[in-house]
């Protein structure tokens, strides 16, 4: 069975700087998708980014890039320019590939709180 | 276009009590999962509905739990009896089931057993 560790409980970032969050995954899988998601306080949770893992090149969207290491299963979460919306609990997600069947559920880790401090 | 809803927001039920959540996915989507999330824990997988067939529920922790969609549109999720174990916030995710397949979230029912 596949785990996701995400073993900092809480973090907090400066409005305007970098900040990184931590994900590890375990799984004997050789394809796999692995995603973060972002749940702001008032409780829907969004899709960040995501990352296949027979892509080498690592995922951006905006603000939001991936540093994705396979041999380590390491899958980290870099936001650039941190802005006050971007607070809020941000979870590390793992799925099988294909989609289709029982590899369709994802394995969550326990998330992580961000603060943005003005 | 709307997203996925959940209805109640928040129940607060005392032991032994039966309990329904409801989730309405987006249209057209065939999938539907339920997650949960005890508190200060990981979101786990209770099941997964294509339209209205069980596809895989595997996560679902004891019999006390009865999932349904009718029609291959809403589904609901019973508690009964509810224990205080139960307690913790239910999401519900839809998808089209087309690559690349993402999963969109409702905003979750908060499950409080007392």
């Known amino acids: 069975a596949q785990t996701v560790t995400q073993s900092q409980p809480e973090m907090s970032v400066q409005e305007a700087e970098t900040v990184t969050l931590s994900c590890t995954y375990d799984t004997s899988e050789s394809d796999y998708y692995l995603f973060w998601y972002k749940q702001p306080p008032s409780r829907q949770m969004i899709l960040v980014i995501r990352?296949?893992?027979?892509?080498?090149q690592n995922a951006t969207e905006n603000r939001f890039s991936v540093n994705f290491q396979k041999a380590a299963k390491s899958f980290s979460l870099k936001i650039s320019d941190s802005q006050l919306g971007d607070a809020a609990m941000y979870f590390c997600?793992?799925?099988?590939?294909?989609?289709?069947?029982?590899?369709?559920?994802?394995?969550f880790g326990k998330g992580i709180t961000l603060s943005v401090r003005p | 276009e709307a997203g996925v809803t959940q209805f109640p927001s928040h129940s607060v039920i005392e032991k032994g009590q039966t309990v329904t959540l409801r989730c309405d996915p987006i249209s057209g989507h065939d999938n539907l999962y339920w997650y949960r999330r005890v508190m200060g824990k990981e979101i786990k997988f209770l099941l997964h509905f294509v339209k209205e067939s069980k596809q895989d529920e595997s996560g679902m922790p004891n019999n006390r739990f009865l999932a349904e969609r009718t029609g291959g549109t809403y589904s609901t999720l019973k508690v009964q009896p509810a224990e205080l174990e139960d307690s913790g916030v239910y999401f519900c995710?839809?998808?089209?089931?087309?690559?690349?397949?993402?999963?969109?979230f409702g905003p979750g029912t908060r499950l409080t057993v007392t």
């Open positions: 995710a839809s998808s089209q089931g087309i690559m690349p397949d993402e999963q969109y």
């Open positions: 990352q296949e893992a027979y892509k080498q």
């Open positions: 997600a793992y799925r099988s590939a294909p989609f289709t069947g029982a590899n369709s559920k994802l394995t």
